[in-house]
């Protein structure tokens, strides 16, 4: 259990509320050698949340890390976490994710045998229930279990690696949730993950997402500060 979990995300809800849309940098590209000193240096530049991409190397081609990673962030980091699970059977891992420090513990719909099961799980554990789909999975399958869950992650790459090409297909994607959201007065958050840039963002913004995960276009620029007010203020603008 992380009773806290829903906490800590309750005071970034309402910042996104007030203020729209919020820029979450992947870890994936930064410079693992010195951990903790990147998640300081990423909440200095104004970081409200992190995101953390766990592939296992059979979900998706690459390996990156697992729990041992996720605790030593928790404990550099003082903003919310949101752990991406790309990983097969992530429903035997998420007790243990949660009790690491997830704030949000997005899970893929693709990989999931029981997914109204798995997201009642998770929320039961404490952390926000996020359910993400790959760019060739169509909204309608994720629409039975959004009354299930806290979130979506429209992924606008295929997931697997940092630093690929925005595909516009998330834009059709996060419009047609955001409009199932208004129709339903549902209270799920819209995220999207995957080349996000100065060029994506206002129009991913514009298309409802609030949750926006940068990588690339955060850890490989030589100012984290001016590339995340950057990225923040493209999207509220546009939002
Ligand atoms: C891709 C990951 C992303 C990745 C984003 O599988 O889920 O979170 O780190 O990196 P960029 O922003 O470079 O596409
Ligand atoms: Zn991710």
């Given at each position: 259990m992380n009773p806290s979990a829903g906490h800590a995300f309750d005071q970034l809800a309402t910042r996104v509320e007030n203020h729209g849309p919020v820029v979450l940098p992947a870890?994936?590209?930064?410079d693992f050698g010195h951990l903790a000193r990147e998640v300081e240096r990423l909440e200095e530049a104004g970081a409200l949340a992190l995101h953390l991409d766990i592939m296992d190397g059979r979900f998706v081609p690459q390996l990156t890390y697992g729990l041992i990673v996720v605790e030593a962030v928790r404990r550099a980091a003082k903003v919310p976490l949101e752990v991406h699970l790309m990983i097969e059977e992530p429903e035997r891992s998420i007790a243990d994710y949660a009790k690491a420090g997830a704030d949000i513990l997005t899970v893929h719909l693709e990989g999931l045998a029981d997914p109204r099961g798995t997201l009642e799980a998770i929320a039961a554990l404490g952390p926000k229930a996020h359910l993400a789909i790959s760019?060739?999975?169509?909204?309608e399958r994720a629409v039975p279990y959004l009354e299930y869950c806290d979130g979506v992650l429209v992924m606008?790459?295929?997931?697997?690696?940092?630093g690929q090409r925005f595909n516009p297909v998330a834009l059709e994607k996060l419009a047609e949730l955001a409009d199932i959201r208004s129709r339903r007065g549902a209270g799920f958050h819209l995220g999207v993950d995957g080349g996000i840039s100065t060029e994506t963002i206002g129009p991913v913004a514009a298309a409802g997402a609030e949750l926006i995960v940068a990588g690339s276009a955060v850890?490989?620029?030589?100012n984290y500060a001016h590339a995340i007010s950057e990225l923040e203020q493209l999207a509220r603008n546009a939002a």
């Amino acid at each position: 259990m992380n009773p806290s979990a829903g906490h800590a995300f309750d005071q970034l809800a309402t910042r996104v509320e007030n203020h729209g849309p919020v820029v979450l940098p992947a870890l994936l590209l930064c410079d693992f050698g010195h951990l903790a000193r990147e998640v300081e240096r990423l909440e200095e530049a104004g970081a409200l949340a992190l995101h953390l991409d766990i592939m296992d190397g059979r979900f998706v081609p690459q390996l990156t890390y697992g729990l041992i990673v996720v605790e030593a962030v928790r404990r550099a980091a003082k903003v919310p976490l949101e752990v991406h699970l790309m990983i097969e059977e992530p429903e035997r891992s998420i007790a243990d994710y949660a009790k690491a420090g997830a704030d949000i513990l997005t899970v893929h719909l693709e990989g999931l045998a029981d997914p109204r099961g798995t997201l009642e799980a998770i929320a039961a554990l404490g952390p926000k229930a996020h359910l993400a789909i790959s760019p060739n999975t169509p909204v309608e399958r994720a629409v039975p279990y959004l009354e299930y869950c806290d979130g979506v992650l429209v992924m606008s790459v295929e997931p697997g690696y940092g630093g690929q090409r925005f595909n516009p297909v998330a834009l059709e994607k996060l419009a047609e949730l955001a409009d199932i959201r208004s129709r339903r007065g549902a209270g799920f958050h819209l995220g999207v993950d995957g080349g996000i840039s100065t060029e994506t963002i206002g129009p991913v913004a514009a298309a409802g997402a609030e949750l926006i995960v940068a990588g690339s276009a955060v850890i490989r620029s030589q100012n984290y500060a001016h590339a995340i007010s950057e990225l923040e203020q493209l999207a509220r603008n546009a939002a």
